[in-house]
């Protein structure tokens, strides 16, 4: 390969690093991914993967180094990582040329939003009422959460309208659905706040695959990385912890009127009803490919079973780990089906619904006020089990599949072999 070939190779492979860290993808992964497009390339590089830059080394044809950076400027809408994931499995097996990569890659990013603005508002208010009915079924709740989420929704897109007040949607959004909250508690005689209520419309803003995606890094002992997107999600439910007391403290309430209580007064049909909602609600908000609904309801409904049942058999805080074993070995199989969308876009939804983000925020908030005792415990055993869970589904898998190919092949006994 060529000295100018050459660089265009390591720029491209810069740049998909980065787009891949810009769609969630955990760096251990982006570091194999690039490993492996660079082996097919034939071509000897090494890499500094951090979620918000991405760092390629490699030979100039003149017996020295060339380095390239691409950095991470904005998060790629869930939509746009269907294509990417396209990109991403081309490259890995060098059938990309790199002139052709960059292009796709700009395409990618200029890709527009496919369903109008008023869709996605309408898409986030169901996507509200899909968790409301998991979370909280009852009728004021379910109705409170549709509307909520519907003023949620039009406060994102004006957010995305105006870029420097984007950094403060999720503030003003916690503020404003506890104050219309705690205005209707008023009205209607209640003499609490769920905070399971508060959830569904702020479920945006849980920043459950960061806090996941930091575990796992953690984990695997990529410090810089998961460190910082442990901050980052700490932050991002600090600030609706913050917008949620600002009103409490506006409207002259006080915290121990903020509960945390589960409640269903529609019954037990309730939240799998509301997991089917929450998938129609998923696709009017992100847009994805039309052709990708079944898909999600047939993970949704896997990942959220597992879930109940682990609740079931060894109780609430076992049921994150549970249903992400679920989610990771049923994405990863659905994956390798023909027409079926990659994993890493099946396993984000999941996330979303698991939500180990919304249990966080309700342990931020009972720090100040209500059973602040156990809000520690809440917040870290929801994030790791969802975590370890997604580790384990993974471990799982591969062992499954090695398993499989010896049985094809009994005279490979070595697992390097095999791999």
Known sequence: MNTSRTEDLIQFL???GAAMAAANYPVTLIRAMLQRAATAYGVPIEFVVLPNTVQVIGPDGQSGTTVKSSFVET???FDQTFPLARLVSAARKGAVVPAAGEAELDRIRATRHRLP????????GVWSAGLGLVLEPTPLNLLGATVLGLIVGAIAAAGRGIPLLNPLVPVISAFVVTTLSILAAHRLG???IGLRALIPPLAMFLPGAALTLAVIELNSRDTISGTSRLVSGFVQLAQLAFGIFIAVQVLGETESQLSSVAVNKLGPWAPWVGVAVYAVGIMLFFGPPTRFFPWLVFVSYAAYSAQYLGDLLFG???SGFVGGVALTVCALALARRRGAPPAISLILPGFWLLVPGSMGLIGIAELFGADGDSAIVVTFISMFAVAFGLQAGLVCWQLARRACRRRRHPGLSSPRVVE
């Open 316 to 318: 609430s805080y076992i």
């Open 190 to 192: 209640l003499d609490h």
């Open 75 to 77: 998060d790629l809408r």
């Open 117 to 124: 603005a008023w869709a996605t508002v309408v898409g986030y």
């Open 14 to 16: 810069a740049s998909l």
